[in-house]
């Protein structure tokens, strides 16, 4: 039995909560990720994990054994840390889950910069704006916007970015342009929701002590559930909504975009890099929190340097 390789497959089944997501993640057959379960436990004379016909748990025993397997893999993450560069340099693969507009208009095209700086590590990038289970599918960082509240991840800040409200010159030719947040009850407005719960993100508005929350359900005009598409839609000209600054940038220039109600803003948005305290010491995740604060920080508002 390769009890490194059983440990590593313990711990993955045992954060994911299933054989089957343990395999996918590591990309191992299932009937070897339970061989190496099976010998795991022959060989420690103890059962670690307990089966249903509806999920995997962890037994007291597994509970024990969970809490030691993860500091022996944290040890030999770091002993790999320290031995990197007399080697080369970090390798091996490390997984990232990205925004859609965040990957399209930041990482991918700054990512031939990490590569020639690591060409040794296998970087997937899962793109999407559906928010992940960073344990259960094996994801070794996230970068996240919003708030966050789990306190059993690391997050470490990386920008704060600035919002613009905006629509399509046609539209502002045909339409006109809203003097005030409550004018567009009179508009097409376009929406974004959660694919994940369908909720519909409201539009928010300050001007001094000023605060206005628009709710745009009910109204006649567009909703999407990705970041990309949503500026689609608004240069496409299908209404009025807010994004981004540093995503309308290039349309504003280029006289596709125009900014309505510009003397009201909304709070930056800040991003995070997020991920397991177990992968702190890694010479991969550090490489790649490296690149991506140096990467993000154009953006960043706090940093005053933000497009406009």
């Not at 390769?2 to 994911?16: G, N, Y």
């Not at 693969?93 to 060409?119: C, E, K, M, W, Y």
Request: glycine share 8%; charged share 25%; proline share 5%.
């Amino acid at each position: 039995m390769d009890q490194l390789t059983a440990l590593r497959v313990f711990v993955r089944i045992a954060e994911s909560g299933g054989f089957s997501k343990a395999a996918d993640t590591l990309n191992m057959p299932k009937p070897t990720v339970t061989k190496l379960i099976q010998d795991l436990e022959a060989h420690l004379r103890v059962k670690l994990l307990q089966r249903s016909t509806r999920r995997v748990s962890v037994t007291e025993e597994g509970q024990a054994y969970y809490l030691h397997a993860t500091k022996v893999l944290a040890d030999i993450d770091e002993m790999d840390t320290l031995f990197a560069d007399a080697r080369g340099g970090p390798r091996g693969r490390l997984r990232i889950d990205v925004g859609s507009s965040l990957a399209n208009l930041i990482v991918l095209p700054h990512l031939p910069s990490f590569r020639q700086r690591h060409p040794q590590i296998q970087l997937e990038l899962g793109v999407g704006d559906r928010e992940v289970d960073l344990i259960g599918e094996g994801v070794d960082c996230v970068i996240r916007g919003g708030d966050l509240t789990d306190t059993s991840l690391v997050a470490r800040p990386l920008a704060a970015l600035d919002w613009g409200t905006y629509a399509s010159s046609d539209y502002v030719a045909a339409r006109g342009v809203p003097a005030h947040p409550d004018a567009l009850a009179d508009h097409d407005v376009i929406a974004y929701f959660s694919s994940r719960t369908g909720r519909v993100f409201e539009l928010l508005f300050e001007h001094g002590d000023d605060t206005v929350r628009f709710d745009p359900r009910g109204l006649h005009g567009v909703s999407v559930n990705e970041s990309t598409a949503h500026l689609t839609s608004l240069v496409s000209g299908l209404g009025i909504g807010q994004t981004f600054r540093f995503m309308a940038q290039p349309w504003v220039e280029s006289g596709d975009l125009v900014e309505v109600l510009p003397q009201w803003t909304r709070p930056h948005h800040p991003l995070h890099l997020v991920f397991a305290k177990s992968k702190h010491d890694s010479a991969r995740m550090r490489a790649f929190i490296d690149w991506a604060l140096e990467v993000f920080r154009p953006f960043d508002r706090h940093e005053g340097r933000a497009p406009r």
